[in-house]
Each structure stands twice: as structure tokens, then as C-alpha cells.
């Protein structure tokens, strides 16, 4: 038996037993007492690597903290996208070769750091970006009708590829009707006898914007144009065919505590979110129905997401973070 202590990592040779213990710095003033034992009891010399812990800014990696939080009802359980165990970033659309390849990039270093989850979340991103699914998701919100009166007569549909980049991820159902939908962002930005491309198709001239009293765009008149080149319109849309959408629930986080690092004396229950969850109703192309839970794709211009939950037509997407991003409630994801 070889003496261990909390955070211990054993390193065990199939010949020679244990060669080395990975261990966190607090318990570096143990060493001595280590090497006491293992002299006493006439054992050979284990090698210990002390490492030092890696903090998160805004975050609390205390099990018993941790552990407030599920019991409070503040989270849904351990595997929370919000919390930092590997169920949860897991869940939130951390990949596995993602997290290997920032524990490499970090090293066994003996100082003490506090990082910016964006650092992980770009490496996750290097990961999902060359292979995710490219898919079109707008947010139901004054969602706007448009008329195109040159639009195919009958709607039909073509086979376009997941990943322009990338052909080995796939294809996809695109669908071209007469009668399509644009986000309510993007229509209040136009203007009668504008072009704009739309994009996967080609260009469109915009020939009235009908707008409530309010000032927000109930309905746009359109015609195709393309014959245009996509090179000279400063303006181009994701859309969708207004009748094969499915409907979505867009989920966004926050971090559990609003202060950057905690002081010692600091009370972690007087820092907490007030709210940390957000969530979107949008519309999405039909190719979702698809997908399976835990599936990571990009919603274009949107960003990364993962299926969560897809049961009885009520599909749940997580954002992941990409690193970079800084969503619309003003922090960091």
C-alpha cells in the first residue's frame, strides 16, 4: 500500500507498480512526510508531480458549492450546461477531442491561473467547426412574410450539402416556395427598390415594405432577381419556406455567479445570477427532425448548437459557445 491523499493521480506500471502520483499543490507540504513513509516501510521511491488546480472566472468549482446549487433547484442536477463538470460542458456541446486537446495545451504547471472560459470554448470550436451542419433557424418574434410574385408556382425542393466546406458531412432538404419568412431584425432594415441576396438561392429586389403603426414590418412584396450577382448586395438573409419550418426552443446561459473571482471572506450566495437561463421560440428548416439529441450544428448567423431534447416534435437546442461571442444580455458566454 502506497500513502495517498485527496487528488491523488496514481501512475501504475504493470511491472514495477506505482511510479508517480499526480497530485494538486495544496498538499505539497505533505511531500516530506510522503517520503517518510515510503522510506520507513522500506518502499521504492515514488516520484510525485505536484500540479496546480485550473480556475474558471465566475465560477465556483467547490463540490459542496456545487452541490448548493442542485439542492436549491438552481440548476436541473450535475449535468447542467452551466456547471463546470464534464457532464456538463459535455452537455452543453463540449466534445471530447475539444477538452484533450485543452488539457494538453495546458500543461501540469505548478502555477495558479484563472481563465476566461472563452480559451476552451475555442478550442472546442476548432473541433465542430469543420464538421458541423450548417442549418437556418429564425426567431418566431414578428417572424416577417414575404412574397416573392415571381416565386415558383408550386414549392419544390433541392439537395444542397450540410457543410459547403465540408461535402463528407452530408446533405440536406433546401425548400424554394413563393411564400418565405425573414427574421424581423433583418426585414426592419429594408427599403423599397433594394436588392439583397438570399442566401443558397440568389438575389431578390424589394418592392414594398408594409409596416403596423408601431413601426414593425408585418409584410414585405418581393421579386427574384437571379440573374443579380450576390457580390454587389451588401445585405444577405437566411430565410425559410414559410409552410416546412418546425418549431424550435433556442437556450441560452449566463454564468451562476456575476463576480470575475471570489475574495476570501466573499459569500458566494450574495454574487449569484439573478438569471442565468434564456430562452427564444424560433422556426427552423425541416431537415431538424432529422437530428438526435446530442447532435452540435451551426444555425447560420447564428452560431453553434446542440440538440438537447427532441420529444414528441418539441425540439431543445443549447448555444455553444465559440470562443468569441458575446451574447445579447452583455456577458461573456
Known sequence: MYPTYDFCVPIVDSIEGVTHALRTIEYRDRNAQYDWFLEALRLRKVHIWDFARVNFIRTLLSKRKLQWFVDKKYVDGWDDPRFPTVRGIRRRGMSVEGLKNFVISQGPSRNIINLDWNIIWNANKKIIDPIAPRHTALLSKNVVPVHLSNGPAEDYSE???????????????????????????????????EEVTLMDWGNAIIEKVNKDDSG???????????????????????????????????????????????????????????????????????????????????????GYYRLDAAQDGHYVFFTVPDGKTVNKYGNKK
Open 216 to 302: 414593425v414590418v408585418t409584410s414585405i412584396d418581393a421579386k427574384l432577381h437571379l440573374e443579380g450577382d450576390f457580390k454587389k448586395t451588401s445585405k444577405k438573409f437566411t430565410w425559410l419556406p414559410a409552410k416546412e419550418t418546425v418549431e424550435i426552443d433556442l437556450v441560452d446561459f449566463d454564468h451562476l455567479i456575476t463576480k470575475d473571482k471570489l475574495e476570501e471572506g466573499d459569500d458566494f450566495e450574495d454574487f449569484i445570477t439573478p438569471e442565468s437561463e434564456f430562452h427564444q421560440t424560433a422556426v427552423a428548416d425541416i431537415n431538424v427532425k432529422d437530428m438526435k439529441v446530442g447532435d452540435v450544428i451551426q444555425f447560420e448567423r447564428k
Open 159 to 193: 439537395v444542397k450539402a450540410k457543410h459547403k466546406k465540408n461535402p463528407d458531412v452530408g446533405t440536406k432538404k433546401v425548400f424554394f416556395s413563393s411564400e418565405i419568412l425573414l427574421e424581423q431584425e433583418d426585414a426592419a432594415t429594408l427599403e423599397s427598390g
